[in-house]
C-alpha cells in the first residue's frame, strides 16, 4: 500500500485513518477500513474516476462477484466514511 494513495486527489488514505484515532475504532475495525480503502482505490483505479456512476458500477459488480449483502454494506460503510472526511457528502450512499 502506498503511503500517500488516494481515492480522490488531495486526500490520501493514510491521512483518513490517522484521523479516526480519536474514535472509537479498535485496531480490527482500522485495519479492516484499511483493506476495504485499498481495495476501493484499485476499483476506481482500474474503472475510472469515482463519480456517482462509478459508485453504482462498484457496487453492481459487488453483487455480480456474489459478496453477501454485508460485506458490500460494510465497504459502502467504510467508504462513506472516507467521503465524509473528503466533505464529498455528495457521494455518500445510502
Known amino acids: 500500500m502506498e503511503k500517500n494513495s488516494e481515492i480522490l486527489a488531495g486526500y490520501p488514505i493514510e491521512e483518513f485513518l490517522q484521523d479516526q484515532d480519536g474514535r472509537s475504532w479498535n485496531k480490527d475495525t482500522k485495519a479492516c ?11 476506481f483505479d ?32 467504510a467508504l462513506n466514511n472516507y467521503l465524509k472526511w473528503c466533505g464529498r457528502h455528495d457521494l455518500v450512499m445510502k
Open 33 to 43: 477500513y484499511s483493506r476495504l480503502l485499498y481495495e476501493a482505490k484499485n476499483y
Open 46 to 77: 482500474a474503472n475510472g474516476p469515482l463519480d456517482a456512476r462509478t459508485l453504482e458500477q462498484w457496487q453492481e459488480d459487488l453483487q455480480a462477484k456474489s459478496y453477501k449483502q454485508r460485506s458490500i454494506n460494510t465497504r459502502i460503510s
